[in-house]
């Protein structure tokens, strides 16, 4: 594990780590904090990418820090429910869904709202 610049946020070389996932059993927890915040860095420019189009031209954007996609299993532990629940919900478009790609991702602010809404 290396330091950036700054000296102060753990920087990781990321690449390694596709190619052999397995390697991420030797870091410690540190580490894994670090590889986890690159990952999410990553996940959020390419799903920038994908949400508006990849071009030949490089999309530079950043998602507000409050704002951030789901999967049904992390929305499933926060609601503390099932994610096949979660999933039913969704497909049958009781609770807001948003399609990166193939992949469904959640907005837990969202999702919640909807639930409160239901409630009598």
Excluded at 32 to 59: F, H, I, W
Aim: net charge positive; hydrophobic share 40%; with cysteine.
């Amino acid at each position: 594990m290396s330091l950036n610049g700054s000296g102060t946020n753990n920087v990781i070389d990321i690449g390694r780590y596709l190619v052999r996932p397995n390697l991420a059993d030797g870091l410690n927890r540190e580490e894994l904090a670090a590889l986890l915040e690159q990952l999410k860095a990553l996940e959020g420019r390419v799903m920038a990418r994908l949400l508006l189009g990849a071009t030949d031209q490089p999309v530079v954007t950043r998602a507000p820090a409050d704002v951030r996609l789901l999967t049904a299993k992390q929305v499933a532990e926060c609601l503390e429910v099932k994610e096949s629940w979660v999933m039913s919900e969704a497909r049958a478009d009781r609770i807001p869904k948003h399609m990166v790609g193939r992949y469904v991702r959640f907005d837990l602010g969202e999702v919640r709202r909807a639930l409160e809404q239901r409630q009598p």
